[in-house]
């Protein structure tokens, strides 16, 4: 954990100067173990997994279908201010006017539970959000237009000759995996306090973009919006194993649900 760096931003990128040499062989031994892992707990069967990041964090049997609903809008709402924060606006203070863009974009399913929420828990709701993006501004700090940068970034990687498949969303992307140092650093915000479940979801980040570059990112981090404490990891190879081992524990459960 770093306490009061002069921003987030800054702590990720770090110096430029000490960034390691980008290392092939880390991505593909970080594979081969991964497989061996898989294979330890699943032997040849034939069944198909998909691991998320809800069964990284261990939400994918939340039972409370009302909580989750609200955070499942907190969590879309806080990752539209989060790209324009990034984008050098303060939506801080205007997360109705948020919920109007937002709704009017948002897949079906979302948009769905968006209409359906009462009015006073929607107000409730835009109150908690507001508070989530001021947190979010001063923990960023101003993002320098010429970081190379992706926001919301998907990927799905295929392992285990494609019968397992690894997906993930990341807020925020910088960096490039085209130099010859390790450049790439992850930021994923989440709106619950940081505790095992973020920490782990942290390092799933981390293995499934050197999955699916094959260059290991130099850190990854996730930033609590309502407590905007962050927790940093240098990305290295006990790391990626630890993430590794998880997902193998996440297919000898049965993968997401």
């Known amino acids: 954990m770093i306490d009061a ?3 987030l931003l800054s702590a990720l990128r770090g110096d430029p100067g000490r960034r390691p040499a980008a290392d092939p062989a880390l991505g593909a031994g970080v594979r081969a173990l991964l497989e061996d892992e898989l294979f330890a707990v699943l032997g040849d069967s034939p069944r198909r ?14 039972a409370d279908i009302t909580a989750s609903r609200r955070a499942r809008l907190r969590g879309a709402l806080v990752g539209t201010g989060l790209r324009v924060i990034l984008g050098g606006g303060r939506p801080a203070g205007r997360a109705s006017a948020l919920w109007a863009s937002w709704i009017s974009e948002a897949p079906a399913p979302l948009a769905a539970l968006a ?4 009015s006073p828990e929607r107000q409730r709701l835009l109150e908690v959000v507001d508070e989530d993006l001021a947190a979010l501004a001063r923990a960023i700090g101003v993002l320098p237009s010429s970081w190379a940068r ?3 970034a998907r990927a799905e990687v295929r392992v285990r000759a494609g019968t397992v498949v690894l997906r993930d969303a990341v807020d925020l992307v910088l960096g490039s ?9 992850l930021l994923d915000v989440v709106t619950s306090p940081l505790g095992e479940g973020t920490a782990r979801l942290r390092d799933y980040h981390a293995l499934v973009e050197t999955l699916r570059t094959g260059v290991a990112p130099l850190r990854t981090a996730i930033l609590s919006a309502p407590t905007a404490e962050w927790s940093i990891a240098d990305v290295d190879f006990a790391l990626l194993a630890r993430a590794a081992r998880h997902v193998a524990d996440i297919a000898a459960e ?3 649900r």
């Open 150 to 152: 992706r926001t919301g």
């Open 49 to 62: 997994l998909v691991v998320t990041p809800a069964s990284v964090r261990g939400l994918a049997g939340v």
């Open 177 to 185: 995996t085209r130099v010859a140092t390790r450049d790439v650093v």
């Open 115 to 118: 209409v359906d929420l009462p």
């Open 254 to 256: 049965g993968g997401a």
């Open 5 to 7: 760096p002069p921003s």
